[in-house]
């Protein structure tokens, strides 16, 4: 489903199911197992969640960097989704699709952005900037 912000005429993708996103998404899939997620590199904000200021749904999401998380330092950098989930858990929303990992994990923990819509300013503004 495509939703339009509320906070502003950006529109993005959100997923109810793990299912429906893995569909849309086969080559940066979001693992179904709980253990195979957590092993994911996600940022928490300090493990204190970003707040949903797109959907304005009161809820915290964290971001997580698919397919199979952020390059270790010393590897390549490849191209992935980031997405935002409810600590792992659907919905899934895309943020930014088409970005090389590793650099979208430094814009983002450089800037530390608190809030879903900040974090997606970031990533369109590394994604412009390459």
Not at 21 to 50: I, Q
Request: one cysteine or more; glycine letters at 8%; aromatic letters at 10%.
């Amino acid at each position: 489903m495509v939703v339009t912000s509320r906070e502003s005429s950006a529109q993005f993708a959100v997923f109810e199911t793990i299912a429906e996103y893995n569909s849309a998404y086969p080559h940066a899939p979001m693992p179904y197992k709980g253990n195979a997620r957590n092993r994911l590199r996600s940022f928490t904000c300090a493990a204190s969640g970003l707040w949903d200021d797109l959907t304005v749904s009161g809820s915290k999401y964290i971001l997580d960097f698919l397919p199979v998380g952020v390059p270790a330092p010393g590897w390549p950098d490849r191209e992935g989704i980031v997405v935002a989930t409810r600590w792992g858990d659907p919905p899934i929303m895309i943020l930014s699709g088409r970005v090389p990992l590793g650099w979208a994990w430094e814009a983002v923990t450089k800037a530390w952005p608190t809030t879903l819509g900040s974090a997606a300013r970031v990533l369109n503004s590394a994604t412009r900037a390459q």
